[in-house]
């Protein structure tokens, strides 16, 4: 069994596409011409990221640099750049998708944490006595309790009021009390 027998992948051993099973990507695979060192070589350049060169991974990882241009030629007839774009794609596709995830998990504990606080609240609300408070208290809870909101619905990057237009508009109602 030689080298090339070896490395194969269920990719490239046939040409009929795997049943029930999601194709390999490029650059997950080697190409049907493409030795197991060719391969090799590309992943190393793929790895490096959106600044990767030949050369750069040469040194990187220490390979003489008489290698350069075996690797040029491999990355020409192999298609590496293309390879390696179509990689950065799917990396930054799947990025987009964790992060989205994240700040969604993120609005929901924000959310939980919101529907305690109100909980707390209105317990708290429920045992003071109107009298008690004056009209800066009220105006203090309601300007605290609409910023909150606003925070955690978003509605605050929508429509910014502007500052201090919450404390203009209900101060005059507060005004003789």
Known sequence: MSDKDAVM????????PNKGCEA???????????SPKAFKAFCLYRAMGYKRSIKACLELNGIEPNKYGSWARYARL???????AEYDAYIAKETEREILAERVERRKRQMEMLNGFDELVQKRIKTLKPEDL???GAMDLLERSAKLDSFITGADKEN?????ELAITFADSFKDL
């Open 134 to 136: 004056n009209a800066d």
């Open 9 to 16: 992948t269920s990719a490239n051993v046939n040409s009929e």
């Open 78 to 84: 192999f298609r590496w750049n293309e390879r390696a």
């Open 160 to 164: 910014k009021p502007v500052q201090g």
């Open 24 to 34: 390999l990507k490029s650059w997950e695979a080697r190409l049907p011409d493409e």
